[in-house]
């Protein structure tokens, strides 16, 4: 190998070296000691702390006065300018045809507008369905599944005006059984509650403050689908996972 070739191969392990050291101080819930970071990343103490100074200098990386290390205002502004350009929504409205075609199931994409949920994407299974929903249909939010996907995980700041205008007889306590079901088992079921003949499983895509920027809804004829074990429950969940990373 040339000496050009061996500065790249060393370059290129640095950065996956800082990479992991980085990340091993972002899983941790607060600062570290060094012993503590070396041990995490299965490396010398004395190798940690020559990157650790240089993080430092960067600003990366703070180092406290107790003597151990945290991740630094530089760190934290590459992550916000990060989350910025994050678009799940897109995302899985490009790969909605996928899922589709993986489940043999309709789907649609909806997001919290004014009115409530609002479907802004429609993917239509090869098996025909019957449905006047499409492109910017509004859910009920209180008897779809998608519209429970989102009651789970809404603020209640917004949950309680939208019970206010679509059921006025009804409270935040009469929708904490499905919050709860829905935050324990990551999706939420139509049982023909809004359409007659329909069953529905929805699953919201979360941000990083574990908001709903939307969610993802399979719509069948066939009840199994919003059976506990049925495939496309895993495939579902998985794929709105891979939407909120």
Known sequence: MNDQSSTRSRGVQSVEISVGLLSALAAHRGPMALSELANAVGMAPAKV?????????SGMVEHRRSGSYDLGPQAAQIGLAAVARIDPVN???DALSD??????????????GNAGPTVVRWERAVTPLVTT????????????ATGHAFIAHLPDRLVVPMLAEEAPDKTLADFAAVRTRVRETGVAIADQD??????????PILDFDHHP???VT??????????VGHTARDQLVSFTSVGSS
């Open 49 to 57: 702390h020559r990157y650790l100074a240089s993080f430092v200098e």
């Open 91 to 93: 995302r899985a409205a």
């Open 99 to 112: 899922l589709v075609e993986n489940t043999g199931l309709t789907a649609l994409l909806a997001v919290w």
């Open 133 to 144: 929903l499409g492109l910017g249909s509004v859910l009920p939010a209180t008897r779809s």
């Open 194 to 203: 809004f359409i007659p003949g329909l069953f529905a499983l929805a699953a």
């Open 213 to 215: 920027v939307a969610v």
């Open 218 to 227: 399979l719509i069948a004829t066939a009840p199994e689908i919003i059976e």
